[in-house]
């Protein structure tokens, strides 16, 4: 990597300015795909221990778990993230296909504002029980 | 007056004797004479006020704050970047070119950035201004927020102030071999190579690059994988293999350049090489594009 | 620049693979979540549901797929995110096969417990 002049630190909140549309759509997509990896390893390892004896610890693993409040709480974010990246993925397969590139940041914002109203619907029925 | 007239007096006399035909009334012409030459003396006194007044005016005239980046590792006080402020006097039209050369004649002679054409052709004057690549002689100052940040192409090496290393740049854009190089000549000794209305319209904007490398600079993934080729690189390698005059042999060496890891694939369509091309070339379109030949090509091998 | 790629390491292959597991996930993850939050709420799910689903070959082969188009996509995309930072050379080809192998584990370990689930011991 070209070594450059130190502009300022990332966190420097002036220099968000500087992104554009398509630069967070991608810092997103990146952030919210090693979320989905990171998740998809424990889901596995968290299943195994669940299913290595009777099926009785798997239910007491499940309900155990699901009473917890802060992993309900949780199972929203995993939402979420988990439909910005289908819908940004969408994007970037019609991108692929060339189609709306014109309007690509355009997309970007709308898939956006669908993952909030979709994760906030969601909300009374992950939440359903848990207090 | 009265030695005018007796001048004209003399030369209609003369004038008079030359043509013999009767003279003009003395009085009348003079006086035409007189009332020109009084004009003409008001005239000039009303365009020296003007120059005066248009003077004076301009020291109490409109400024523009400009924050240049300054580095020199030579000189001692600019080995570490610091940003000087210069007060420019802004005049309509004026651009950051404009503003810059203003500031390296009248304040600072070492003042440094590179700049030729002025006019968006050479591709010299690529430069990060207020958080955004852009051509100086293309960026009207009127345009921008002050004060008026101006600083290197980002995730390049800085030389001396303005100037960075385009080195990498050019290397990038030399691997995709960007000169017309067709399979076969035709038979005639002056016969064209004739290319379709359509197949020049497929790469017309493609042929538009200056090479400024804002689009290179632009990229996030350029900056963090040295071995990217780059929008620039893989847009000249679009011109030149989607040229129908170049022959299927040649396409497929071009693909095969430009179809590695650190070619096309390494494009994540985050599109700010398009949205700061100078000549608004769709640069992710045509990367996209040689992604889909790419693609169709390798289809054919399983 | 100008090295030399069997057509197995063609990273046009793992770009077109990375966009068709995509399609195939956006189906099948949706899908996921809605009957495991939707149609059955996540705190009521206990093993006998599991193992009625699980014991279908028709959802058992999906869900197999599912694991596997996510682990290719995941693995995948993180070579992928590694790669456009700047890794190279013998960091590359090590991380590489870490993560082949990881994927490879994953799928698996994954196999394993829906087999389990299936009440197949």
Known sequence: MSETYNRGTVEDAGRWTEFSAGMWAWIFHKFTGWVLVGYLFTHIAVLSTATASDPAVYNQTLSGLEGLLIVRILEVGLLAVAVFHILNGVRLLLVDLGIGLESQDKSFYASLVLTGAIAVASVPTFLAGAF | ?302 | ?121
């Not at chain 3, 995941?74 to 013998?90: F, K, Q, R, S």
């Open chain 3, 1 to 121: 620049m100008a090295e030399h790629y069997t057509s197995f390491d063609r990273s046009g292959r793992r770009w077109l693979l990375q966009r068709l597991t995509a399609v195939f996930l956006i189906g099948t993850l949706a899908f996921h979540f809605f009957l495991l939050h939707f149609v059955n709420h996540a705190a009521e799910i206990e093993f006998a549901g599991t193992q009625a689903r699980m014991g279908e070959v028709g959802y058992f082969s999906m869900m197999v797929l599912f694991l596997v188009a996510a682990t290719f996509h995941g693995v995948n995309g993180v070579y992928n995110a590694l790669v456009n930072m700047g890794i190279e050379g013998t960091q590359k080809r090590v991380v590489g096969g870490v993560l082949t192998l990881a994927g490879v584990l994953l799928i698996v370990q994954g196999v394993r417990v829906a087999v389990a689930m299936a009440g197949v011991i």
């Open chain 2, 1 to 302: 007056m009265s030695t005018d007239t007796d001048a004209d007096a003399d030369v209609e006399a003369d004038a008079d004797t030359d043509t013999g035909s009767d003279a003009v009334p003395q009085p009348e012409v003079s006086v035409h004479r007189t009332r020109r030459l009084e004009e003409k003396e008001a005239r000039r006194t009303d365009r020296a006020a003007a120059e005066q007044a248009a003077e004076e005016s301009l020291a109490d005239e409109e400024t523009v704050e400009l924050k240049v980046f300054r580095y020199d590792p030579e000189v001692e006080g600019k080995e570490e970047p610091r940003f000087d402020t210069f007060e420019v006097p802004f005049h309509t039209g004026m651009t950051v070119l404009d503003a810059l050369i203003y500031a390296r004649d009248q304040y600072d002679s070492s003042l440094t950035f590179r700049h030729s054409c002025q006019q968006a052709i050479c591709g010299s004057d690529a430069l990060f201004i207020n958080g955004s690549q852009r051509l100086g002689c293309k960026t009207q100052l009127a345009d921008l927020n002050e004060p008026i940040r101006v600083e290197p192409l980002p995730h390049q090496e800085v030389v001396k102030d303005l100037v960075v290393d385009m080195e990498h740049f050019y290397d990038q854009m030399e691997a995709v071999e960007p000169y017309f190089d067709p399979d076969d000549l035709p038979d005639g000794e002056l016969e064209e190579q004739r290319q379709s209305r359509q197949n020049r319209e497929t790469v017309k904007m493609s042929t538009r690059c200056i090479w400024c490398g804002a689009c290179m600079s632009s990229c996030n993934i350029a900056a963090g994988d040295n071995q990217y080729l780059g929008p620039a690189a893989i847009n000249k390698a679009y011109r030149f293999a989607m040229d129908e005059r170049e022959g299927e042999d040649r396409k497929q060496e071009r693909m095969e350049i430009i179809e590695q890891e650190h070619g096309v694939w390494r494009c994540q369509t985050q599109f700010s090489c398009t949205e700061v091309c100078p000549k608004d070339i769709p640069l992710t379109e045509h990367i996209q594009a040689l992604k889909r030949e790419a693609v169709k090509n390798n289809l054919k091998f399983w």
